[in-house]
């Protein structure tokens, strides 16, 4: 009787567990959504240390930062968004004009875009690629 009931407990814990992991990727999913190459129209990385304060990507660098984009983890919602700018940019423009926004902020990178709903939103996220990117955007050039 006892091996019943801690058999019982074990296979709540792991629901539960299971619930738990499955209602947190449906929730970063719902946040961040992943892009497709193919459907990129531009980027435009801008910053401090950008000659003419912004350079288009090149095709390898478009691929590399919609992969790294792709990887963005520890996805976290920002409820006090205010529309700011940081002091570097990654601006992908898509092929349907929307525009989703890699902004330098804080420790991690602000994302600005339009949800699956049509709605302006932000939130943060981190990918070590990326933020180096926008870390070199934002040097003065005579450091």
């Not at 459907?39 to 930062?65: M, P, R, W």
Request: charged share 25%; with cysteine.
């Amino acid at each position: 009787m006892l091996y019943k009931n801690q058999l019982t407990i074990a296979l709540v814990l792991v629901l539960i567990c299971v619930g738990a992991k499955m209602w947190n990727d449906h929730y970063i999913n719902s946040i961040h959504s992943h892009i497709n190459i193919n459907d990129i129209e531009t980027i435009k990385i801008s910053g401090i240390a950008v000659e003419n304060q912004y350079k288009l990507a090149t095709k390898d660098e478009i691929k590399n930062i919609v992969n790294w984009f792709n990887s963005t983890s520890h996805i976290h919602s920002n409820p006090d968004f205010k529309g700011t700018t940081g002091d570097s940019s990654i601006i992908i423009t898509l092929k349907s004009k929307k525009e989703i926004a890699i902004i330098r902020s804080g420790e991690d990178f602000e994302i600005q875009r339009y949800n699956k709903k049509g709605k302006w939103i932000s939130y943060w996220g981190e990918q070590g690629e990326i933020k180096r990117v926008l870390e070199d955007s934002a040097k003065i050039n005579n450091e």
